[in-house]
Structure formats: C-alpha cells, structure tokens
C-alpha cells in the first residue's frame, strides 16, 4: 500500500527564516511525486511536480528535491504569505487514471 | 471560467434530506476525481472516472452516488448521510495520457450533516 508521512505537523517561522519540510514515501513505482499548498477553507493549488531521484525544481522562495525516499520542500527567507498547509502527495504507475495518495500536511506558519 | 468549478461553497444538509454535488471542469481534461478532507485526516480518494468511465470506487459508502454525464461535469449525489461525513468534499482533474500529470483542485464543498 502507498504511504506518505509528512514532517513536521506544524512549523513556525519568523520571516527570513529558512527551513524545510519533510515527504518520505513509499509506493509501488513512483510516476510522480506532487507538492501542493493550501489555503484554509481552499482546494489544493499546484506547485510542483518531481519525477525521479535528483531532480529538483524551483518556485520564488521554494524549491523541492527528491530522493528515492523522500522529498523536501525547502523554504528560503519566508514571508507571511508564505503561510499555509503544504501538501505532498504520489503517484503510483499502476491504474489507468492517475491517483493521488496524500499525506497529512505540514502547516507552516510565518510571523512578522 | 478557467480551472476546475465546484457548486455549493458550502453545504448543510439532514440526515434524511438529499443533495447533489457539482463540479465542472474547463481545462479539456479527460479524468476527473472526488476526494474528502477531513480535519487531521489526508486527502482521501473518492472515487475516479477516466473518459467518464468510472473505474476507481474506494471502499465508499452507497449514500454517496457519483454521476459522470461527460468528461467536464462530474456529480456527487447525496442521501440519508451521517454526522461523521462532514467534510470538504474536493473534485479535481487531469490529463491522464499515460504520462505523470498533476491534478487541478476545485475550492471544494464544505459538507455540514445536522
């Protein structure tokens, strides 16, 4: 069965500084792996996706890694609007439609 | 419209009464997903329809009916629901040609059971 944990459950920061959230997964073939964000009340907005080990991707003040294991999305100098629930998901290669398997989040928190 | 459309915002409803879901899609995708967001909980996978065909339904309880007319509209119709199924309800879609494609979301529908 796939798996996604995500770590830690919450995270507060004060703007300016820099962390990083943890994706360790488990999944039979990985076809992709997919970070979201999510603002209360919202749906998921698409940020990222990874495909194989060592690829990395960059967005403003976020870039996401991948390795065989996990992938972490690194947050440089955050700011408040930065705040949010980060979402990590895979996609496994069997099925005919594409599936998504979650983890729980991390809420991150940005203060002035 | 751009991007994926979901009616109600929110949504309160009896245990005896029944409702529907809608969500309409303008992105020319051809699967199109149900998941539930329950606090502390992940996504949960719902149900899947891919060129309207239903071919995932995860273990779901019979009040909950999805409906697929074309592959830009997808339905979930609810009946005699319980306390517990209180959720965000999320529809989604995506490109699914054999390549990794990522899902769109809707806003979601905010499910309130009295």
């Known amino acids: 069965e796939d798996q996604v944990t995500q770590s830690p459950e919450a995270l507060r920061l004060q703007e300016g500084e820099s962390s990083s959230l943890n994706c360790s997964y488990t999944v039979s073939g990985l076809r992709g792996l997919f970070w979201y964000r999510q603002d209360p009340g919202k749906g998921p907005e698409f940020l990222f996706t990874?495909?194989?080990a060592g690829e990395e991707k960059e967005k403003e003040r976020l870039k996401a890694t991948l390795t065989k294991k996990e992938s972490f999305l690194h947050i440089t100098a955050p700011k408040p609007e930065d705040s949010a629930t980060y979402l990590c998901?895979?996609?496994?290669?069997?099925?005919?439609?594409?599936?998504?398997?979650f983890g729980t989040g991390t809420r991150l928190q940005v203060t002035l | 419209e751009t991007g994926v459309t979901q009616t109600p915002r929110h949504l309160v409803m009896g245990m005896t009464n029944k409702k529907s879901l809608k969500c309409e899609q303008h992105?020319?995708?051809?699967?199109m997903y149900w998941y539930k967001q329950s606090a502390k909980k992940p996504l949960e996978l719902m149900f899947v329809y891919n060129f309207k065909e239903q071919t995932e339904n995860n273990s779901v309880p019979s009040r909950f009916s999805p409906e697929c007319p074309n592959s830009s509209h997808l339905f979930l119709h609810l009946h005699t629901l319980q306390p517990e199924d209180s959720a965000l309800y999320l529809c989604?879609?995506?490109?699914?040609?054999?390549?990794?494609?990522?899902?769109?979301f809707g806003q979601g529908t905010r499910l309130t059971v009295v």
């Open positions: 992105l020319g995708h051809n699967a």
């Open positions: 998901a895979v996609q496994a290669r069997t099925g005919t439609a594409s599936k998504l398997t």
């Open positions: 989604a879609s995506s490109q699914d040609d054999g390549a990794s494609t990522e899902a769109f």
């Open positions: 990874l495909y194989s």
